[in-house]
């Protein structure tokens, strides 16, 4: 990233604030999430249920970044929805067949499991090492320009990370989360 291997990063997570660091995973599995929605089409509405299960795991994050109380037993909850969603998807994956949409996806639930991870644990190095598991699952994805990843890590120090996404959303982006809310009562039956 910007001349710096994923080792020099990782080094940069531990020794910065958790919370930034956290902040920084956050914005990455936030940005990659809505791709899960392309799912839909190859496996049927039951991606927009995955893609549900990630979005309630991201606000969870989002809720501890922000200084709110999340008690470790919730994050511990969240990380292990967005493995468990991991796991199901697979199970279909190995049912109908792989895809692009279902790779994209994996990368998008192993980007908010991280996220999850940097919130749970208080071990800096532990923290350091999710938080680039997640930020290189988002890159992975070839979804969320490196730039944004880069401006990220930048500001780790603490100047304010500015908007997701500068300028306009990305057209996939805005789809993934426009079909999330069209679904409705379909992927909230069970929330």
């Known amino acids: 990233m910007s001349g710096l291997t994923w080792g020099e990063v990782e080094r940069r997570f531990a020794a910065a ?40 795991v991201l606000r969870t994050v989002e809720r501890w970044v922000s200084g709110a109380a999340v008690s470790r037993f919730t994050l511990d909850l969240a990380a292990d929805i967005a493995r468990a969603t991991a796991t199901s998807a697979a199970g279909v994956v190995r ?26 644990t208080g071990n800096a190095a532990r ?46 982006w805005t789809h993934g989360k426009t079909r999330l809310a069209a679904a409705g009562e379909f992927v909230r039956v069970l929330g």
């Open 95 to 120: 049912v109908m067949g792989p895809s692009k949409a279902a790779e994209d996806a994996e990368l998008a639930f192993a980007a908010s499991a991280f996220a999850a991870d940097v919130c749970r």
């Open 17 to 56: 604030d958790r919370r930034r660091v956290a902040v920084v995973a956050w914005r990455a599995a936030e940005r990659v999430a809505p791709v899960v929605a392309r799912a839909a089409d190859v496996y049927g509405p039951e991606a927009l249920e995955w893609l549900n299960a990630i979005a309630a």
């Open 127 to 172: 923290a350091a090492s999710a938080a680039v598991q997640g930020v290189r699952a988002a890159d992975a994805s070839g979804w969320v320009p490196r730039p944004l990843l880069e401006n990220d890590l930048a500001k780790l120090d603490g100047e304010l990370f500015g908007p997701l996404w500068p300028g306009e959303e990305p057209d996939w």
